[in-house]
């Protein structure tokens, strides 16, 4: 069984991945909480990336997959946002981290794969998304360097999303007028679901992936690059 650390996957995308993974991987899941983490392959490790060391103790000697899964979706005119949510936002998805891939990287094993997550808002200039944007665009910049500075051994892919039905985005789909108006900015009419990207993520961690690295995959249903209207 390879070894797979994810950072988060109590909830929304994170526990898909582990839902889908579970069976055939051993899991090493950091996150705060574990209620949903109830399997013979999970190693739970109570973390919190804000605030937290990761104990690498309860890590094994290899790992073959990374996936660092927290962020943050904080939409607002720039005149309205704040400093300091800039600087949460750039400490919880970019920060935290680098701090985290600073303390693994040593055991990540030849051939191994990390995944990280982005916004299509990076590529794709988008109103209120300047928060987001710029520390998404930092993982971004830093997933291309690491795939560079760790080729052949390690690689280092970055998923894209649109908006996830996910409780990180509950606000944003709260009722069905919102749905609805979301939905229809997509080509393929829908929001993403966590198993789409999940799915995405898999995919990038698995055998099937061995020549794909530095790359940002979007997963967007075709917003990011069709323009339908």
Wanted: hydrophobic share 40%; charged share 20%.
């Amino acid at each position: 069984m390879k070894n797979i650390l994810l950072i988060g996957g109590s909830h929304g995308i994170g526990l898909s991945i582990v839902k889908e993974l579970q069976n055939t991987h051993q899991l090493f899941i950091a996150s705060r909480t574990d209620e949903a983490l109830q399997h013979k392959n999970i190693t739970h490790i109570p973390f919190d990336v804000t605030t937290d060391a990761l104990d690498i103790s309860k890590l094994p000697e290899k790992l073959d997959g990374f996936v660092y899964c927290p962020g943050s979706i904080n939409l607002k005119p720039f005149k309205m946002m704040s400093l300091d949510t800039i600087k949460e936002d750039m400490e919880l998805n970019f920060f935290s981290m680098v701090k985290v891939v600073k303390t693994v990287i040593s055991k990540m094993n030849e051939g191994s794969s990390m995944v990280f997550f982005s916004t299509i808002a990076v590529g794709t200039g988008m109103p209120f998304h300047s928060s987001v944007s710029a520390a998404k665009g930092a993982v971004e910049g830093f997933a291309k360097s690491m795939a560079a500075e760790y080729a052949p051994k390690v690689r280092v892919n970055v998923v894209a999303p649109s908006l996830v039905d996910t409780p990180l985005a509950k606000r944003l789909l709260n009722n069905d007028k919102k749905r609805e108006t979301m939905s229809e900015r997509h080509p393929l009419k829908r929001v993403g679901n966590p198993e789409d990207i999940a799915n995405a993520a898999i995919f990038l961690l698995s055998d099937k992936s061995t020549w794909v690295t530095g790359q940002v995959l979007g997963v967007d249903g075709g917003l990011s690059t069709l323009n339908i209207n």
